[in-house]
């Protein structure tokens, strides 16, 4: 299995903050690399899919690059919608993977 | 919109067989390209992708367990179906049920909570 680590495990932002957080694969996964956003109680919400881009409705604030094994999710002016904890997900081969997620509250 | 709501107990003895059907609404769960997904998460942690069904029946699970999970579709009712057999207090989580196009997992339905224990 494709392991997928974050970093950090969780960070206190300000509104208005830049916040960047960080998803490694454990081998080349090219740009097959998904982010979600979770708030407490709601299903997972699609951000970013092919590692950059931007799924339909997502703010412009959000943003991903990177590929093959290192990759950045990174939002810009951090809003108060924006509290909640972010996974990736490797969808190179099967089974399909998570990273452990990252927890962005409230300094 | 596609809409997905999944139905289901909410408690499950240990060694029992945890069934949950995932309703699709707003679109035909026939269409081309559309993976019908089971994803779950344990309380407090982390997600973790069960496998999926074509509306073909072509499926795929996740190896760690593919020895106790089967998902099923059926197209007359527009739902699909996951099973878990023998089912132990690992099992206890929040199931998902969403759909994927091209890796993008888009929507989710709202999740329900299934409890293994006696």
């Known amino acids: 299995d494709i392991q997928m680590t974050q970093s950090p495990s969780s960070l206190s932002a300000s509104v208005g903050d830049r916040v960047t957080i960080t998803c490694r694969a454990s081998q080349n996964i090219g740009i097959y690399l998904n982010w979600f956003q979770q708030k407490s109680g709601n299903a997972p919400k699609l951000l970013i899919y092919g590692a950059s881009s931007l799924q339909s409705g997502v703010p412009s604030r959000f943003s991903g690059s990177g590929s093959g094994t290192d990759f950045t999710l990174s939002i810009t002016s951090l809003q108060p919608d924006d509290f909640a904890s972010y996974y990736c997900?490797?969808?190179?081969?099967?089974?399909?993977?998570f990273g452990p997620g990252t927890k962005v509250d409230i300094k | 919109q596609v809409q997905l709501q999944e139905t289901g107990p909410g408690l499950v003895k240990p060694s029992q067989t945890l069934s949950l059907i995932c309703a699709v609404s707003?679109?035909?769960?026939?269409?081309?390209?559309?993976?019908w997904t089971w994803i779950r998460q344990h309380p407090g942690k982390g997600l973790e992708w069960i496998g999926h069904?074509?509306?073909?029946?072509?499926?795929y699970y996740n190896p760690s367990l593919k020895s106790r999970v089967t998902i099923s579709v059926d197209l007359s009712k527009s739902q699909f179906t996951l099973n878990l057999k023998s089912v132990t207090a690992a099992d206890t989580a929040l199931y998902y049920c969403?759909?994927?196009?091209?890796?993008?997992?888009?929507?989710w339905g709202q999740g329900t909570l299934v409890t293994v224990s006696s």
């Open positions: 997900q490797q969808t190179y081969n099967i089974p399909l993977t």
């Open positions: 069904i074509y509306h073909s029946g072509s499926t």
């Open positions: 707003g679109g035909p769960i026939t269409s081309s390209g559309y993976y």
């Open positions: 969403a759909r994927s196009f091209n890796n993008q997992f888009d929507p």
